[in-house]
């Protein structure tokens, strides 16, 4: 089975506890003896498990192992089994840590993807001011001599439009 419903599971009774809980024959448990799990398949006998907590104190699971048959774990084993439970937890959070990493690193990389568009964008609008700054000194320079001639044609339009005694007068020779 690779999941049981919480009601009939074992490891619900080792997720409120602290410490390795361990039944050596289920069928002559009082809490698991008409368990499905115990006269079904899998047909659980002996469980023990240990919770899987995490630095924060929240349990995140069970590491547990069970057999057809009835027993009891050894000192040693169940040292063993406590130290694969952290592990374990040592391993989810390297998982997490990992990830962290991840998308931090992920974060970063947009980040620098959007510095980069800033720095084209700004270098575009340095080199369009460059360019304004040269355009107004075209202009500049344009526009004087345009001043000049202009000047020119309005002493050129008063001096045409001037009576002069020479056009009034017709002379006969």
Request: charged letters at 25%; aromatic letters at 4%; glycine letters at 6%.
């Amino acid at each position: 089975a690779e999941e049981t419903p919480r009601n009939v599971s074992f490891c619900g009774h080792v997720i409120h506890g602290e410490d390795l809980f361990e039944i050596e024959d289920s069928s002559k448990d009082e809490r698991f003896h008409d368990n499905p799990l115990v006269v079904n398949q899998p047909n659980v006998v002996f469980y023990a498990g240990q919770p899987l907590n995490s630095p924060e104190g929240f349990t995140l699971g069970t590491l547990c192992v069970i057999d057809q048959s009835p027993g009891k774990l050894t000192d040693s084993q169940k040292e063993n089994l406590r130290l694969l439970a952290e592990q374990v937890v040592a391993l989810l959070e390297f998982r997490k840590r990992n990830q962290q990493l991840r998308d931090r690193n992920n974060q970063i990389r947009k980040m620098s993807l959007e510095l980069d568009d800033l720095r084209a964008k700004n270098f575009e609008a340095r080199r369009l001011a460059s360019l304004g700054t040269m355009a107004g000194g075209l202009a500049h320079e344009v526009n004087n001599p345009l001043g000049v001639i202009q000047l020119l044609a309005v002493q050129l339009k008063a001096a045409v439009d001037k009576p002069s005694p020479d056009r009034d007068t017709i002379r006969d020779n």
